[in-house]
Nanobody, 120 residues
């Protein structure tokens, strides 16, 4: 069974940095998840809908939403089936639960989420 688990959340002051990680397990042995699947990060702030934050396509370009452009960077390590979200110059409005997501064989898988709190 495919499982995703995020780590690295916590509290940080505005202007600070935070790095999130997400490990993918339960796939077929020797499979490299991000060779063929797109890695994505989402977030959900209190009282708001979940929103897409960043994506990284297999062997292709990455993209981030406008509000985090220049501050957030997505990456993935295909040898370890890990994906990352580096967040710099954090703002209070970045406060949310962050989720990693990958779609494998047309089925989406989500991590349980990790809380990031940015104080002003």
């Amino acid at each position: 069974q495919v499982q995703l688990v995020e780590s690295g959340g916590g509290s940080v002051q505005a202007g600070g940095s935070q790095s999130l990680s997400c490990g993918v397990s339960g796939t077929a042995s020797n499979s490299h998840v991000f060779t063929v699947n797109t890695a994505k990060w989402y977030r959900q702030a209190p009282g708001k809908a979940r929103e897409w934050v960043a994506l990284m396509t297999p062997h292709g370009p990455s993209n981030v939403r406008e509000s985090v452009r220049g501050r957030f960077t997505i990456s993935a390590d295909d040898t370890s089936n890990m994906m990352y979200l580096q967040m710099n110059n954090l703002k209070p409005e970045d406060t949310a639960v962050y989720f990693c997501n990958v779609e494998i064989q047309m089925k989406p898988y989500w991590g349980p989420g990790t809380q990031v709190t940015v104080s002003s």
